[in-house]
């Protein structure tokens, strides 16, 4: 099993749309959670931190299930510069550390 | 501006050659990162380096070295060893600690 999996896609919808993405851990003992968006040929840039409680900002949801090790993006309203790939990261380091373990992406095309 | 900065932007040696990438930050951050990402393909990590004059290997050590003299620097020597060293390669640093990391632009390294 990978550490951590993310479906590669591509999802392609319409603008507007509301689109879910999900990602499975294998390190029950992970403590912190991101989601990234990498555009092609670009280097990744944080979209936003993933907490316990889950956390909003904008039209970005994330979310996080401990007991079944996902995590989860939403984004609503989908627009046409939100086509990217979203990687999934996780601090798999037990112990403290930081070493950031990351998914293969999930691409997203928006379209009109 | 506070950022890392990761040169050359492309790079290009001959097959045998060892090549050194350079990454430098100024955020004053602890940890740093080096990645691996081939075509349609997730980061794979290489090295990182939690603290000055240490750094541990990654899942694809195996063809590269690492120095970490300077908290600023963590340059990534691509030796003959490597047997494809054609790929982008991408720099990262973070706070310790479960925090997020930033990202140089990547260098794209092809060797014929």
């Known amino acids: 099993r990978k550490e951590v999996e993310q479906d590669p896609g591509p999802f392609n919808v319409p603008e507007g749309a509301t689109v879910a993405f999900n990602c499975t851990y294998s390190?029950?003992?992970?403590?912190?959670f991101f989601w990234y968006r990498q555009d092609c040929r670009k280097e990744p840039k944080l979209l936003m931190s993933v907490y316990s409680s889950g956390n909003e900002d904008g039209r970005f949801t994330a979310q996080l299930n401990r007991a079944s090790q996902y995590i989860s993006l939403l984004i609503r309203d989908s627009k046409l510069s939100d086509s990217a790939t979203y990687l999934c990261v996780v601090n798999m380091s037990p112990g403290g550390g930081n070493k950031l373990t990351f998914g293969t992406g999930t691409q997203l095309k928006v379209e009109l | 501006d506070g950022g890392i900065t990761q040169s050359p932007k492309y790079l290009f040696r001959k097959e045998g050659q060892n090549v050194t990438l350079s990454c430098e930050q100024n955020l004053n951050h602890d940890a740093m990162y080096w990645y691996r990402q081939d075509p349609g393909q997730g980061l794979r990590l290489i090295y990182y380096?939690?603290?000055?004059?240490?750094?541990q290997k990654g899942d694809i050590a195996e063809g590269y070295s690492v120095s970490r003299e300077k908290k600023e620097s963590f340059p990534l020597t691509v030796t003959s060893a490597q047997k494809n060293p054609t790929a982008f390669y991408l720099c990262a640093s973070s706070m310790q600690r479960d925090t997020e990391a930033f990202f140089g632009q990547g260098t794209r390294l092809t060797v014929v």
């Open positions: 380096s939690q603290i000055v004059n240490d750094f």
């Open positions: 390190n029950s003992a992970s403590q912190s």
